[in-house]
T-cell receptor, first 113, second 112 residues
Framework: EAQVTQNPRYLITVTGKKLTVTCSQN?????MSWYRQDPGLGLRQIYY???????DKGDVPEGYKVSRKEKRNFPLILESPSPNQTSLYFC????????????FGDGTRLSIL | EDQVTQSPEALRLQEGESSSLNCSYT??????LFWYRQDPGKGPEFLFT???AGEEKEKERLKATLTKKESFLHITAPKPEDSATYLC?????????????FGQGTTLQVKP
């Protein structure tokens, strides 16, 4: 089954404790992207990757890091999380670019105290 | 500045009562406009892609249309299972093929 898998699905942690949210896709897609979803603000793009070792900033990259060492994986790293990063996070992928329909994971709900 | 605005924020319909959702956009060029459906606790699910003004796409009770400044998602004779949040997203055509800008969404509730 074609899917985008995120882990963990839920996480409660404390300010400053580094965390990583993993994202994996099994569709051999070139393009992957991370979004955060907040009430009243909709989905906002954090980072995206056009291919292995190629990443770029979206609209809200501050406080986040990403890496793309393999085509299937695109982890999101919060080096020093802060409460304003409490949000619902989605990973997505598409065959080539943002100009094609994206497949989304089921989300990761992060709470940073 | 590239921007996508959806209206209304929330819409309540009776079963069978047709209506339309609006997505207006201001972007430097357009590589594609996308409609997604999102159910509570789930990631967005792709519905339609529109690439040029005048284009229309249909799927069951949904029909998406596109002009140079906005897109409409028409819902004909909706059923309670159509209740969801509908998201519009635009890929700007300024040469950067990685960016995608979402609107805030319209939450639709269809009552039996």
């Amino acid at each position: 089954e074609a899917q985008v898998t995120q882990n963990p699905r839920y996480l409660i942690t404390v300010t400053g404790k580094k965390l990583t949210v993993t994202c994996s896709q099994n569709m051999n897609h070139e393009y992957m992207s991370w979004y955060r979803q907040d009430p009243g603000l909709g989905l906002r793009q954090i980072y995206y990757s056009m291919n292995v070792e190629v990443t770029d900033k979206g609209d809200v990259p501050e406080g986040y890091k990403v890496s793309r060492k393999e085509k299937r994986n695109f982890p999101l790293i919060l080096e020093s999380p802060s409460p304003n990063q409490t949000s619902l996070y989605f990973c997505a992928s598409s065959p080539l670019s943002a100009g094609q329909p994206q497949h989304f994971g089921d989300g990761t709900r992060l709470s940073i105290l | 500045e590239d921007q996508v605005t959806q209206s209304p924020e929330a819409l309540r319909l009776q079963e069978g009562e047709s209506s339309s959702l609006n997505c207006s956009y201001t972007v430097s060029g357009l590589r594609g406009l996308f409609w997604y459906r999102q159910d509570p606790g789930k990631g967005p699910e792709f519905l339609f892609t529109l690439y040029s003004a005048g284009e229309e796409k249909e799927k069951e009770r949904l029909k998406a249309t596109l002009t140079k400044k906005e897109s409409f998602l028409h819902i004909t004779a909706p059923k309670p299972e159509d209740s969801a949040t509908y998201l519009c997203a635009v890929g700007p055509g300024s040469g950067n093929t990685g960016k995608l800008i979402f609107g805030q969404g319209t939450t639709l509730q269809v009552k039996p």
